[in-house]
Every structure is written in structure tokens, then in C-alpha cells.
């Protein structure tokens, strides 16, 4: 019998508000604070129902990183205590955010707890974040994040049961008698295996055997970052799907990835963007620290940017068996992501939502029956197969496209843009800014654009001339439930439809990172092959002088360019 459930005294602290995937702060933050982790995990629980908790179960999972197996330790004791029922846990904690979706959704769970912080570095001096999601599998919408965040700020103590110690590695069940409870119980289980059982649902494995391993298979290139996605491509696509063992590089996950950022994109990814460069593979991916995210590269190292990858999804959709059976009931984006999916869904007559950046604003639109197929900028992708988004789906997708249309990724894009015209999008990072100066510069450009001369104001860089047609801070009302969220972001929208966005990132843990995106429609056949660099450089020339960032932030240039 455990002893009596001890209610532990602690104080409350005051910044424990989930950012736009959860509560992202230094490790240090999380281990030197007393009683910081536990206030946090309380604080999801207490969002729970007491009388809901007697039956019910939560799915935990995290992405290897520093402090994953502490928190997890702390989850199981915390749970115990304030009696919920049943904890599913990925083997040696290990779960990609996409998987612990999937979990969610196929045991009925009444949530989880993700331990990641995704793409941001770990090890001990790197960062760690906790996320709780909901039992559709998706984030905690901002209703429910507001609420952990009211409770934390007023914590005077947290349940916990500190004998309790499981065992992650094994696979299988063990109960524990917890006080008045029914008997609580912990079951581990493999960490890929409801997951890859979805995805042999959704696509035609034969086909994509035939195109990894059959005689006229092409070559490809996995770079799973030391994350978390690591056993998946080795289990799916090695073992099942047949491609050679060393096509898929940095598959065991690492408290540290390896002392990299586990971010997909050209400037953290460019171990990948270089040997693809070598010629040596027809196609190459790269995932986050969660294995939500995703690079696309072709030969010799084709970029594909994310806004055009869920927009050439979009526009091959059919041929995914999947939405063969469920249809395709609209398309979305986050507001910065650019338009080329808008393209897609005006010549296919297809419904398209425009939500803020974050994934926790699809969930609604999928639970609804209103959207199949969305996707952001910073390399997410995804469909309404789970709730969060998929960084190995989006890869079986591409491949997919590439089994039945037998072209190169670098054709498929080109034909795309011949069809569809193309969107030049790009988007520069200014990573740990000084947070005073980033604020008072998006507070100085707002009071700039809401002046009532902007609206007509006319901007010229070299040769171009905009006029700005709209100029506003994003809102959006969610059309479900009409709840509204404010400030999601400053746009500049000209008469052409080109648009400068400017917004402070809500993942970062240290200063404020500054997002600059643009966004540029050419449908003329001879000006789409052109480089995004160059055909964007008047309008990142116009926005860097209206917002004055570089007088303002004391930054010549940006962190990270994609
Ligand atoms: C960033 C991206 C956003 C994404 C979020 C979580 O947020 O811009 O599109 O949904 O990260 O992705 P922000 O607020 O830093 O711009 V993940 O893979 O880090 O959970
Ligand atoms: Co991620």
C-alpha cells in the first residue's frame, strides 16, 4: 500500500503561460526552480475533472531530449496522486508528437503530455517544454491553455506520490495501489507501432515498396536530426518499406541531438542539403526534434518551400488512398504560410481557411468535418488523419506523388508553378533579440500602419512600386465555436497581393525571436524559375525600412533565411 497522498506546499510562479506549442523554457529554468516541473504538470491535471479522472487514461511520450525521463518520472507520480486512472507511455519514453496523437485518438485517452520542445537544441544547457493536448489528439486550444495558466498562477500545492518509480524500458503493464484510488496502472508500450499501423491505412504500401526497393527504385536520403523520428523510418520506412539501412542517417535519438538544433530547415539541416547536393539521391527529407516537422529536398538538392509542398499535396491529393475513402473537405494554412495553396483550392473548388500560426487552430476546423489537408511555413504538413502535424505523412505523401506521377520532385514543383502560378515566399528569423527592443519595434510599426495615411501609401525598392491595400493585426474567429484570437501577427498587404507580415515567435525560450515573412504571386511562365532572393528583395528592402528593425534591434542581418 503507498502511503497516504502527500500534498506538497509550493508557490505559485508567474510564467508558466503555454506559448504557441506548449511551455518552452531552459532546462535550467525547469531543474534549478524548486517545484517548477511539478507546478506545471499539477496545473495540466487540475484542468481535468476529478469525477473524469477515476476513468481516465493519458497518453505520454516525448522526444529523448535532457530531463524527458525526470519529467516523465514526475507525470506518473503526479497522476497517481490526483487519481487518475491509467498512463500510456511510449517505450523508454520515447514518442513523436505525430504518434502521440495517433495514440490518443485510438484509445480514446482524455489527453497527453508531450515532453518536447521540438526543433529548439536540448541537452542540459538547451531547452525542454511541456505540452498538453486534448482527446480529439490535438493541442489544447487557447481556452484550455488560459485555464492551465490561471491555475498556475495561483498554485499553493501539488499531489504527488514520490515513492512511485516505474520501469520505462519494459514493455507492458504495472500496477501500483494508490490510497483511496482504484488501483492505478502504468502500460508501456512500443513506441511505433500504433502509428505505423495508421499509416498502412492511409497509403498503398505496395506501391511505395515498389518505389523504395523494387528494381527501378530511386534513391533516398532520411535525416531523422538525432530526434525522435529515428525508430520510425528505421521500422517504416527501412524494414517495412524496404530501402537500405544507410538511407536514413542520425536515427538514434540523443538528449542533445548530437549538440545540433533539430530544426529542418537549410541553415540547421545543411548536412543533408549538402550530400543531397552530391547528386547521389533522387529525394531526401529532414525532421524536427518531435518528428512533426519536415524538409522536402530533391536532386541535388531541390528546395521545396513548405508553403508549396502542402499546396502540391493539395493539388495530387487523389491518389492517396486515404482521402479516397474520406474525400477532400477543405484546405487551410496559418496566415503567414503564402497563398500557392490558395491557388490550388480556387482552380480545384475547394474550401480554404486562413488560421494563426499554431496547430492548435486546425483541430476545430478537422473536428468539424470542414478540413482534410492544412499546412504552416515553418515546415509543418499535415491532415486530419491525427490532430497535430506529421512529419513522416508528409514524407510517405511526397513519395507517394512521386510513385504515381514518375517525375522528379524538382518536375512536379515546375509543373506546379506552370499550372498554378507561384508564390516567392521567404522567411528571416532574428533569434534572441533583446525583448524590449523587439516589442517596442512591432509596437512602433503598428502605431506606423494604423495611422490613417497608410492604407494608399506607396513604397518603392529599385524598380517596384507597392501600394498598401490593407494593413492590419490579424484576428481570427474561429468558425466553430466563434471564439476570437487577437494579435496574431502585422500584415502589410499591398494592391498586388504581396504581403510583408511581421510577428514575435511565441516558442522561443530566451529573448524574442522576430519573424519576417513575404509572400509574392507571379503567374509569368518566364519569371517563375526565378530565385525567391532576388524577386523579394524590393519587398524585404520596404519592410526592413518601415519597421526600421535593424536601426531598432541592432541586427544587420538575420539568424536563419529560408
Ligand atoms: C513556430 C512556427 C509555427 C509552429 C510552431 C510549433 O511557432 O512558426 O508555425 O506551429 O513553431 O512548431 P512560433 O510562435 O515560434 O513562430 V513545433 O514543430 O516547434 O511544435
Ligand atoms: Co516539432
Redesign the pocket.
Known amino acids: 500500500m503507498e502511503k497516504p497522498r502527500p500534498a506538497v506546499e509550493t508557490k505559485p510562479y508567474t510564467d508558466q503561460k503555454p506559448?504557441?506549442?506548449?511551455l518552452?523554457k531552459r532546462v535550467t529554468v525547469f531543474q534549478q526552480n524548486q517545484h517548477y516541473a511539478e507546478n506545471f504538470i499539477q496545473s495540466i491535471i487540475s484542468v481535468i475533472e476529478p469525477a473524469e479522472r477515476q476513468a481516465a487514461t493519458l497518453v505520454v511520450g516525448g522526444d529523448g531530449r535532457f530531463f524527458m525521463k525526470d519529467a516523465i518520472q514526475l507525470i506518473v507520480q503526479i497522476a497517481a496522486a490526483n487519481g487518475i486512472n491509467h498512463l500510456v507511455i511510449g517505450q523508454n519514453g520515447i514518442m513523436s508528437?505525430p504518434a502521440v496523437s495517433c495514440v490518443i485518438r485510438k484509445i480514446k485517452a482524455v489527453g497527453g503530455i508531450i515532453l518536447?520542445?521540438?526543433?529548439?537544441p536540448g541537452g542540459p544547457n538547451g531547452d525542454f517544454?511541456i505540452?498538453y493536448n486534448i482527446s480529439s489528439g490535438g493541442?489544447a486550444p487557447e481556452g484550455i491553455t488560459n485555464k492551465i495558466f490561471d491555475i498556475s498562477k495561483n498554485l499553493q500545492e501539488y499531489l504527488i506520490c514520490p515513492e512511485l518509480k516505474v520501469d520505462l524500458s519494459k514493455i507492458g503493464k504495472q500496477t501500483f495501489e494508490v490510497d483511496t484510488f482504484k488501483p492505478f496502472t502504468v502500460e508501456i508500450v512500443d513506441s511505433v507501432e500504433a502509428y505505423a499501423e495508421m499509416l498502412r491505412g492511409i497509403f498503398d504500401f505496395a506501391a511505395l515498396k515498389e518505389l523504395l526497393s523494387g528494381p527501378n527504385h530511386i534513391n533516398v536520403r532520411l535525416d531523422a536530426m538525432h530526434g525522435v523520428v529515428g525508430p520510425y523510418v528505421k521500422k517504416i520506412v527501412c524494414e517495412e518499406l524496404g530501402s537500405p539501412a544507410n538511407s536514413a542517417v542520425n536515427c538514434v535519438p540523443q538528449e542533445d541531438f548530437g549538440g545540433h538544433h533539430p530544426?529542418p530547415n537549410l541553415t540547421y539541416a545543411a548536412d543533408l542539403v549538402n550530400t543531397m547536393k552530391g547528386g547521389e539521391y533522387d529525394f531526401g527529407a529532414a525532421f524536427?526534434?518531435?518528428g512533426?516537422?519536415n524538409m522536402v529536398l530533391g536532386k541535388h538538392g531541390f528546395f521545396v518551400n513548405p508553403s508549396d509542398s502542402v499546396a502540391v499535396i493539395a493539388a495530387n491529393i487523389t491518389g492517396i488512398p486515404y482521402f479516397q475513402k474520406t474525400g477532400v473537405k477543405g484546405l487551410a494554412r496559418?496566415m503567414?504560410?503564402s497563398g500557392a495553396l490558395d491557388n490550388v483550392a480556387k482552380a480545384l473548388k475547394m474550401q480554404l481557411y486562413e488560421t494563426p500560426?499554431?496547430?492548435?487552430f486546425f483541430g476545430n476546423l478537422m473536428d468539424a468535418g470542414k478540413l482534410s489537408l492544412c499546412g504552416?511555413?515553418?515546415?509543418?504538413t499535415g491532415s486530419d488523419h491525427i490532430r497535430?502535424?506529421d512529419g513522416l505523412w508528409a514524407v510517405l505523401a511526397w513519395l507517394s506523388i512521386l510513385a504515381t506521377r514518375k517525375q522528379s520532385v524538382e518536375e512536379i514543383m515546375k509543373d506546379h508553378w506552370q499550372k498554378f502560378g507561384r508564390n516567392f515566399f521567404t522567411r528571416y528569423d532574428y533569434e534572441e533579440v533583446d525583448s524590449d527592443a523587439a516589442n517596442k519595434m512591432i509596437k512602433d510599426l503598428e502605431t506606423t500602419m494604423f495611422d490613417a495615411s497608410f492604407v494608399g501609401k506607396k513604397f518603392s525598392s529599385g524598380d517596384k512600386t507597392y501600394e498598401v491595400a490593407v494593413a492590419d493585426n490579424f484576428a481570427y474567429t474561429d468558425p466553430v465555436d466563434g471564439s476570437v484570437s487577437k494579435n496574431q501577427g502585422l500584415r502589410i498587404i499591398f494592391s498586388d497581393g504581396s504581403r510583408i507580415i511581421f510577428?514575435?515567435?511565441?516558442?522561443?525560450s530566451a529573448g524574442a525571436?522576430i519573424?519576417l515573412y513575404i509572400d509574392s504571386y507571379e503567374k509569368d511562365p518566364q519569371k517563375i524559375y526565378q530565385d525567391p532572393q532576388v524577386m523579394l528583395a524590393p519587398l524585404v528592402d520596404i519592410a526592413l525600412k518601415v519597421s526600421q528593425l535593424q536601426e531598432k534591434t541592432g541586427r544587420t542581418g538575420p539568424t536563419v533565411i529560408t
Open positions: 506559448g504557441t506549442s506548449g518552452r508528437t518536447t520542445a521540438s526543433h529548439n517544454g505540452k493541442p530544426d524536427d526534434g518531435d512533426d516537422r496559418s503567414p504560410t500560426t499554431g496547430w492548435k504552416e511555413e515553418s515546415f509543418g497535430e502535424k510577428r514575435l515567435s511565441g516558442t522561443g525571436t519573424r
